[in-house]
């Protein structure tokens, strides 16, 4: 069982950075593949980023490549996700997903576990 929460979302300008943290609960972090989703109001959930057990393969959405960074610390049992250059179309509820999989990390039905989200708003 894990549990994740996420920190750091907030209200930002166009332009502005943000970094999103995901906390995991338990001794297992380093056996899951993590993902940043997010949701807009009326729209799916859409992947964002992963990163593997490792730290070493990373993946984007092509709408967030060259501006959001994911990265992990496994002896903090936690996630990052930087936000750069935010745009007002970034603004969503993002969330951070465990998955125990190597494939299939684009999807969100792939992930196990789920943290609460946190919301980023970015104005224009």
């Known amino acids: 069982q894990v549990q994740l929460v996420e920190s750091g979302g907030g209200l930002v300008q166009a332009g502005g950075s943000l970094r999103l943290s995901c906390a995991a609960s338990g001794r297992t972090f380093s056996r899951y593949g993590m993902g940043w989703f997010r949701q807009a109001p009326g729209k799916e959930r859409e992947f964002v980023a992963r990163?593997?057990?490792?730290?070493?393969?990373?993946n984007y959405a092509d709408s967030v490549k060259g501006r959001f960074t994911i990265s992990r610390e496994n002896a903090k049992n936690t996630v990052y996700l930087q936000l750069n250059s935010l745009k007002p179309e970034d603004t969503a509820v993002y969330y951070c997903?465990?998955?125990?999989?190597?494939?299939?990390?684009?999807?969100?039905?792939?992930?196990?576990?789920w943290g609460q989200g946190t919301q980023v708003t970015v104005s224009s």
């Open positions: 997903a465990a998955n125990q999989r190597t494939t299939g990390w684009a999807n969100p039905s792939e992930y196990d576990y």
């Open positions: 990163i593997s057990m490792s730290g070493v393969i990373t």
